[in-house]
């Protein structure tokens, strides 16, 4: 069992056709409570709004919670530019960014669209090296870098003092590579239940802890955090899989078996029907004061 302070946040929808409804439950989450709001980057669905131009609105109309991408799909952003975006939220929000970082996906589709990347292992590829880069880019000092897949010449990505706090680099990982990174690099792992089984997940956590001391890291370094994708809703048969379905206490304890079970240590409910600020509403008004 983790004993990590455990924390809560929902991830919103991008739609075009829902902004009233992101921009409410937003404000809904904070006011309850909530430690953290996501907004997903799917910059190739027609029907999704882009992310990194939601996170400042939204950084705007909160004051306290932090507001993650999740994740940002690397294969359409260079490093530089997400390390020059990431440092102006950061200062201009007083440190509430939380960037999260994944190679994209379904990626079949993406070099379609323009990822910089044809197939998905040369975007593991990027990502592995990425994330020291976008560190390095926020020292504030200029970077030359070589790399197999990003050259740079004394670029600086920082407008002013480097961002303080560094943003936090979660990232959206599931298969032996992907989880390798997020051991050696990363801040946090940022599954979702709907793309894994929940017998995976020991192995999957164990994957994470071995990359990291492999790299000389501290596993306890790396935040677990869990997108729970699914509705709160005593009408429906309930689940617990690839969904969760079901009444308030349903999922109360569905959370404290992946928290003692499982290891995560922040759950950022995706409600999947229904109306997101009342389903945001349920969340903290009548599942995390179970727990």
Same mark, same amino acid.
């Given at each position: 069992?983790?004993?990590?302070?455990? &924390?809560?946040?929902?991830?919103?929808?991008?739609?075009? /056709?829902?902004?009233?409804?992101?921009?409410? =439950?937003?404000?809904?989450?904070? @006011?309850?409570?909530?430690?953290?709001?996501?907004?997903?980057?799917?910059?190739?669905?027609?029907?999704?709004?882009?992310?990194?131009?939601?996170? !400042?609105?939204?950084?705007?109309?909160?004051? *306290?919670?932090?507001?993650?991408?999740?994740?940002?799909?690397? !294969?359409?952003?260079?490093?530089?530019?997400?390390?020059?975006?990431?440092?102006?939220?950061?200062?201009?929000?007083?440190?509430?960014?939380?960037?999260?970082?994944?190679?994209?996906?379904?990626?079949?589709?993406?070099?379609?669209?323009?990822?910089?990347?044809?197939?998905?292992?040369?975007?593991?590829?990027?990502?592995? @090296?990425?994330?020291?880069? #976008?560190? *390095?880019?926020?020292?504030?000092?200029?970077?030359?870098?070589?790399?197999?897949?990003? /050259?740079?010449?004394?670029?600086?990505?920082? +407008?002013? =003092?480097?961002?303080?706090?560094?943003? !936090?680099?979660?990232?959206?990982?599931?298969?032996?590579?992907?989880?390798?990174?997020?051991?050696?690099? +990363?801040?946090?792992? #940022?599954?979702?239940?709907?793309?894994?089984?929940?017998?995976?997940?020991?192995?999957?956590?164990?994957?994470?802890?071995?990359?990291?001391?492999? +790299?000389?890291?501290? !596993?306890?370094?790396?935040?677990?955090?869990?997108?729970?994708?699914?509705?709160?809703?005593?009408?429906?048969?309930? *689940?617990?899989?690839?969904?969760?379905?079901?009444?308030?206490?349903?999922?109360?304890? =569905?959370? &404290?078996?992946?928290? @003692?079970? #499982?290891?995560?240590?922040?759950?950022?409910?995706?409600?999947?029907?229904?109306?997101? *600020?009342?389903?945001?509403? #349920?969340?903290?008004?009548?599942?995390?004061?179970?727990?």
């Amino acid at each position: 069992m983790t004993t990590a302070p455990i &924390t809560y946040g929902a991830a919103l929808p991008a739609s075009a /056709r829902r902004l009233p409804e992101l921009l409410e =439950a937003t404000t809904i989450a904070e @006011e309850l409570g909530a430690d953290l709001v996501t907004v997903a980057d799917h910059p190739y669905l027609p029907s999704e709004q882009d992310a990194w131009t939601l996170i !400042p609105l939204l950084l705007a109309r909160t004051s *306290r919670v932090r507001v993650a991408t999740n994740v940002t799909a690397l !294969p359409f952003r260079s490093p530089t530019v997400i390390a020059k975006g990431a440092a102006t939220l950061q200062h201009t929000s007083g440190g509430r960014f939380v960037l999260g970082l994944g190679a994209g996906g379904p990626y079949d589709g993406l070099p379609g669209w323009g990822a910089q990347w044809s197939t998905l292992g040369q975007a593991i590829g990027a990502l592995d @090296e990425a994330i020291p880069l #976008l560190r *390095r880019l926020w020292s504030g000092r200029p970077v030359t870098h070589d790399g197999d897949h990003y /050259r740079l010449r004394d670029a600086v990505a920082v +407008a002013g =003092a480097p961002p303080d706090p560094v943003p !936090p680099i979660w990232v959206g990982a599931f298969k032996p590579r992907m989880l390798a990174v997020t051991g050696r690099h +990363a801040d946090g792992w #940022l599954p979702t239940n709907a793309y894994l089984s929940l017998d995976e997940v020991p192995a999957m956590q164990r994957a994470v802890d071995e990359a990291a001391v492999a +790299a000389g890291r501290d !596993p306890s370094a790396v935040r677990r955090i869990f997108n729970v994708m699914g509705v709160i809703d005593e009408g429906r048969p309930p *689940r617990n899989d690839q969904l969760l379905v079901g009444s308030a206490g349903h999922w109360a304890e =569905a959370l &404290t078996d992946y928290r @003692e079970r #499982l290891g995560f240590e922040t759950f950022v409910f995706w409600p999947v029907h229904g109306d997101t *600020r009342r389903q945001v509403e #349920l969340f903290f008004e009548s599942v995390v004061p179970k727990l």
